[in-house]
Structure formats: C-alpha cells, structure tokens
C-alpha cells in the first residue's frame, strides 16, 4: 500500500484515549503486582521450608532479599518513567511529527513507505534505547556489582551493544521491506500472506540464531571424550533423540547463571553451559539434560509454534479491518495513512488482547516445564534432577520469595519450591 493523504474530517480521539487507558490501566496492574512482590522481599526471617531445602543461612537469606528488592525497586522506578515518557509521546502527538519529519529532516522520498518507516524505526529505536542502555549499565554495574552477582566488564556490555546494534543495522531494513512487500502482496488475504512470512522468518532465524548469531556473543566448543559425553550419548540414543554433537559455552564470561538447550532443525546440538559443568555431578547434568529432551519428545517448540502462528492469524486478521480506517490515524494525529504507521497503531490498540495471549503462553510454559520434570524422573532421574535444581538455584541466585500473583503474571517456569514438590509427589 502506498502512502495516502487523507480527506480532511472532524477527529476524534477515541482510539488515543482506548491506548492511553490501557497503558495507564496496565501501569497500575503491574505496579500492584510488584508491591506485593516487594512486600514479599521485605521478609526478614527466613521461613523454614527454606533453610531445610537450600541449606543457607539467614545470613545470605537477608543479603538475596535486599538484592532483589533493590533490582525491583529500580525496575519500578524506571517503568514509571518510561510509562510518563509513552504517554507524553501518544498525547503530544509525537509520532505523527516524527513520521513528517522523516521527509523534512530525513529527506526520504515522500512515497516510499520502506523509506520513511525505515528512518521512522531509526528514531524509535534511539529513542528507547537512551532510556534502556543507562538502565542496563546501572543495573549490571552498580546494582549486581554490589552483590557481587555479575561477571560481565564494562567493555564486554559495550561490545555486546555495538554487535546488537550492528545486527539491528543489518537485520531491521530487510525485515520491514519483507513485511510491507508481502502485506502489499497478499491484499485482502494478507492475515494468510503474514501467516506464511511469519512461519517461514521462524523457521530462517531458528537456523541463523543458533549458529551465526549466537557465536558472535559466545564461543562454543565440542565437549571432550568424558564419561559425561559418554552418559549424554548413551541417554540421547535410548530416547531415539537425533544428537549430533555437545557444545559447551562459555556462560561464565558474562554471569553465574547456568543452563542447557538444544537446536537444530533435523539433527540436534545440545549446548551446555561451562558454568553447568563445573557445579553438578554428571548425574545431575544428564537429569537436566533429561528435562531438555522432555521438552522435545513432547514437542513443546512445535507446540509454541503452532500457538504462536494462531495468535499471527488473529492479530491480522483483525488488522484487516483497522488497516484502511481514517479514524485510527486521524486519533493519533496523522494526515497520512499507510501499512507501516497502521501496523505501529493497530499493534497498540491490540496489547490487551496481547497481555492475554502472553498471559496463556506463560501458563503453557509453566506446565510443559512440569512435563518435562515428570519426563527426567520417568527415567530414574528424579533424585537427581533434584538435586540438580537446588544446586543451579543457589549457583542462580534466584529470588528466594515470589508471590504467588507476581509469579502466575511473570515467570515462565514454576518456582524451584513448586517443582520439588511436584517431583516429590510423583516419586
Ligand atoms: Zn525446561
């Protein structure tokens, strides 16, 4: 679609003030969730269930609580303003003035949708990004630094944000001209046309991620001959799972954290963290390796796929319908109409629909995790994945108390003390 001037007419602001409810709406909700969170982080004694599981003291129990109250009280902090700052720019008309200077100060071509979008998204991008990067920096290096939790230099952040930005350079001009030449192309079936972009850029960047993307942050090396190669191997072919090889990377250059995947279309890599290796037992790696191929005997990222292409279908299609409506660009001040601005606005009249989507997608999540865990202790490994997970969440640092509220809006896995339970149960 090209860009349209359109026909002078009475506005009205109704579709503006539907987006700037929903933000101030959303704001409160989340708000409230982390003050209850933050109520659960001003606990000073250490419940029982706690020290008899993990083994710390009250000690390291008080430090853990005044890390992740600091870390919460920022983020709430920060969420406000960049709530103010969303808010400012939806009612002072911002977009719209962005969107005409691209021709104006820019000097793109009046026509070109690629254009203009392309130094429209420019704009945007440098606009979250000086309220993301200070927030990133103090995050890292002044808030973990303090407790000693983050391992990344100042140098290593730096470098990580020049490659993303280079990535951002190289991947964003391609992307939105793919995106407008197919919305152009598929016409009035153009939720169909998206449907099949969307699944074949799913399919592209799970290829390309892994193995071109992922590398310039990381280095990978093949596990050496080990019994813990061999204890890998021997679980991987009793489960009928195509291994190719075992990688380890080196996690440690940035944090403590620890973690195993794997990827591959046909024929799959399992990636292990060094920091993995180093703090469990080879009986624990294999029972965490085990939960990783739970989640693909049951098929779980065909599973997100699938709900993630439903939820492309319904979104266009109900984009069908706003994407020539005047009114939705005459609400937020613009006198021209166009794909690239239409999706931008149609995306924010559509995030309650999309809090709920991501709301379900979590719940998924959360109960392919147990699946996964019922899957490891299928195989005798129960007892040791177990152990497994207490020690990854001490190595973690994760946070020792989560409301249940906080935890059912957030968090895409059930907390430590959940699984425990539930594998206890089942043994
Ligand atoms: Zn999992």
Redesign the pocket.
Same mark, same amino acid.
């Given at each position: 679609m090209a860009i349209l001037r359109i026909k002078e007419q009475e506005v009205s602001y109704s579709y503006l003030y539907i987006v700037v409810s929903y933000i101030v709406i959303k704001y409160l909700l989340e708000q409230f969730i982390n003050l209850r969170q933050l109520d659960q982080l001003s606990v000073k004694q250490m419940p029982i269930h706690i020290e008899q599981t993990l083994g710390i003291t009250q000690k390291q129990f008080k430090r853990s609580q005044r890390f992740y109250y600091d870390k919460l009280s920022f983020e709430m902090y920060t969420k406000s303003i960049k709530t103010a700052i969303e808010i400012i720019v939806i009612l002072c008309g911002v977009m719209p003035f962005i969107w005409e200077r691209t021709v104006t100060f820019f000097k793109m071509d009046p026509n070109s949708e690629f254009q203009r979008g392309l130094a429209y998204i420019f704009v945007e991008f440098l606009r979250l990004k000086l309220i993301d990067v200070p927030n990133n920096f103090y995050n890292t290096h002044v808030i973990e630094k303090r407790y000693d939790l983050s391992q990344i230099s100042f140098a290593l952040q730096f470098s990580d944000l020049v490659i993303e930005s280079a990535l951002w350079v190289v991947f964003v001009p391609i992307l939105l001209y793919s995106y407008l030449y197919v919305a152009e192309l598929g016409g009035d079936y153009f939720f169909i046309a998206m449907q099949f972009f969307v699944l074949i850029m799913a399919i592209v960047s799970s290829l390309v991620y892994p193995n071109y993307i992922q590398p310039l942050f990381n280095e990978f090396e093949e596990l050496k001959e080990t019994q813990l190669k061999q204890a890998i191997s021997q679980l991987a072919f009793r489960m009928n799972f195509p291994l190719e090889k075992i990688l380890v990377m080196d996690g440690s250059k940035r944090s403590d954290h620890s973690n195993a995947y794997f990827f591959g279309m046909y024929s799959k890599r399992i990636v292990l963290y060094d920091t993995l290796i180093n703090n469990l037992t080879n009986e624990e790696i294999v029972a965490v390796v085990a +939960? %990783?191929l739970g +989640?693909w005997k049951y098929r779980h990222p065909y599973i997100k796929l699938v709900f993630f292409c439903i939820k492309i279908l319904i979104t266009f299609y109900i984009f069908g319908f706003y994407r020539d409506s005047d009114v939705v660009f005459l609400s937020f001040g613009f006198k021209e109409k166009s794909i690239f601005i239409g999706s931008a606005l149609f995306f924010s009249l559509f995030e309650p629909m999309n809090t709920l989507f991501q709301i379900f997608e979590l719940h998924l999540s959360r109960f392919? %995790?147990y699946q996964?865990d019922m899957f490891a202790n299928r195989h005798g490994l129960g007892s040791y994945l177990m152990s497994g997970l207490i020690k990854l969440f001490k190595q973690n640092s994760t946070n020792l108390m989560v409301d249940p509220i906080y935890q059912w809006y957030y968090n895409s896995h059930p907390s430590l003390f959940e699984r425990l339970k539930y594998l206890n149960k089942l043994r």
């Open positions: +939960h %990783e +989640h392919f %995790e996964a």
